[in-house]
């Protein structure tokens, strides 16, 4: 292990926070996501150096669950031991979010969202964290066979518990939304984000009408999978690169998901970048926080430098009326 870590001075400088919905809470305009590089798959090492070039830069907010990994787990325990290790004098400066939703354990206690599974899913992620509290605590996804009641009820006591600052769902589209926020202001529960998955290529929430709730409504919106699994990196505009995730047909990117009508589209749209003095890349996060009622932009990274890449969309996230037109078009359909 390297060196005691003093964060940078002016890792505040330049970055413009923007406020969870109708909450006081500020959230940097990117997130460093948790969900795939925080397990096994990678060195503790390199997930330090992550984590501290992503605060050295402002990214104040670390997105975790409790079944990230791989295995289940893992993440949180790797970023506990990361956050005793260097980030403890700047606690009070991060947001640390974990959720409850998906399966986690066996049995019929370990997945959804009953009150039992989130309340104890909540002290687990604690202990492998190695935290008093969390700052949100989502529930992952809706539950079709839970009561929305309880499973909100739930969030509230973790809440009035002292185990979360804040609340969020992810996953819920515009009507379960819309019904969680009602409830949410009825119990006074601070239910400040909804995390959708949104990209150029993954416009399902805003044709939905969930963006345009949460503008008029809050919660803020809070995007994961901002780049369609690697899609818009570029780096499938010359074909498939034998170390990509499609080429080794991954769990969540296949083959099948790179169309000739796709390459064209992403080509296309590397076009309009280019004459943004942008990259794909730059240019699909920009495009998402040009939306006023999108909080923070989850980016996944699997080195320091992939993060500082992407903290280069912040440099322009304007957009003409003409280029706002020429995306959609190219877009239409997805």
């Known amino acids: 292990m390297k060196e005691e870590y003093i964060a940078r001075d002016d890792r505040y400088e330049g970055v413009t926070y923007r406020r969870a919905g109708r909450s006081g809470l500020l959230l940097p305009p990117l997130s ?3 969900w795939h590089n925080f397990g096994t798959v990678g060195t503790l090492e390199n997930m330090r150096q992550m ?3 992503a605060f050295d830069h402002g990214i104040t907010s670390f997105d975790l669950a409790n079944n990230y990994g791989p ?19 700047y606690r009070d400066e991060l947001i640390i979010t974990s959720k409850a939703g998906y399966d986690m354990w066996p049995g019929p206690y370990g997945n959804w969202g009953s009150r039992k599974y989130l309340i104890a899913s909540a002290d687990q992620s604690l202990k492998r964290l190695g935290l008093d509290y969390v700052d949100i605590f989502y529930h992952h996804r809706p539950d079709p066979n839970t009561p929305l009641e ?7 006591q973790i809440v009035q518990s002292g185990k979360a600052i804040y609340a969020g769902i992810s996953n819920y589209n515009k009507e379960q939304t819309q019904a969680a926020v009602k409830y949410a202001k ?14 150029l290529l993954d416009q399902k929430t805003r044709r939905e009408g969930t963006v345009e709730f ?3 409504n809050g919660p803020g919106l809070v ?7 690697g899609l818009l990196t570029g780096k499938y505009l010359k074909g498939v690169p034998e170390d990509s995730r499609v080429a080794r047909d991954s769990r969540y990117l296949h083959r099948d998901d790179l169309t000739e009508e796709k390459r064209c589209v992403i080509t296309a749209l590397a076009q309009v970048a280019k004459e943004r003095g942008q990259t794909l890349t730059e240019m699909s996060l920009a495009f998402l926080l040009h939306e006023p009622a999108v909080s ?33 078009e190219i877009t239409k359909g997805y």
């Open 32 to 34: 460093l996501g948790f």
């Open 223 to 229: 995007i994961f999978s901002p780049l369609a699994q």
């Open 150 to 156: 309880e499973t909100m009820d739930a969030l509230l």
């Open 214 to 216: 949460c503008r008029k």
């Open 71 to 89: 295995p289940y787990g893992e993440a949180e325990k790797n970023c506990g031991r990361i956050l005793a290790m260097d980030f403890a004098p």
């Open 296 to 328: 923070s932009v989850i980016i996944g990274a699997s080195s320091p430098s992939q993060i500082t890449e992407n903290l280069k969309a912040l440099e322009n996230t304007d957009f003409s009326e003409e280029e706002l037109n020429k995306i959609y």
């Open 51 to 53: 984590m501290r070039t």
């Open 186 to 199: 009825k119990i006074h529960l601070p239910l400040v984000v909804n995390q959708k998955r949104m990209s």
